[in-house]
């Protein structure tokens, strides 16, 4: 199992429960360190900074931005897939983020790479399995998550959620394979939203046959908002 968990939601998108709720659940849990990335929106990471503090816990800025694809994996805009980012500047992504909000559409793959890059941020890309075709999720096949990996490191992605609380133990070393062949990032969490129906519904990654040997954790040296 690992101590850390760097998927997390809150009421500010799509989870139930205040920054408050979640954090005091995280260390209960035994979580000592953690990531709030709330889909398109840092509000929650602007408030959990100082919660965290107070509660003696190690908090990494963060947010899952909604991409289209250009062409990655033959696939086009009708298809949307998340993009982690961590160690952001926050209230810079934040106005950006409403900047988007304006327009009514989400940017491609490459543009939000850079916008997490722009933020000072290390970008991930979110259960590579699974990715959304009109509103509906769809998974991946390997080949498939091979094919658009290879294109997402062409466009600087840095890491791959490798270790999320949803997938089998053969996915997980799938993921973990394709990380050291492209020299990338290996994240976890549990993309936790606070629903009961949610089978991912896990504040601590407890997959006990396997234990993340090599988290974001490792490139992070700094925490800030």
Known sequence: MSNV???VHTHYSDGVKSVKEVI???KK???TAFSITDHDDCRAALEASKIATKVG?????????SAVFNGEGNLYSSYICHILGYNIDSKKMQSQLDVYSKMGRYPSIKSQIDLIHKCGG???WA???NIIDTHRMITLDREKVAWITKNMVELGIDG???YYQDYSETKIEFLEDLAYEHDLLKSVGTDYHGHVHRVSNELKFSRTYIIPHATILDKIRF???
Not at 57 to 65: A, H, Q
């Open 223 to 225: 925490f800030r908002v």
């Open 127 to 129: 259960h590579p399995f």
């Open 24 to 26: 005091d659940g995280l």
């Open 122 to 124: 290390l970008a991930v």
């Open 29 to 31: 849990a035994g979580v």
């Open 160 to 162: 791959l959620e490798v």
């Open 57 to 65: 816990l190690k908090f990494v800025s963060g947010v899952e931005l």
């Open 5 to 7: 968990n760097f998927h």
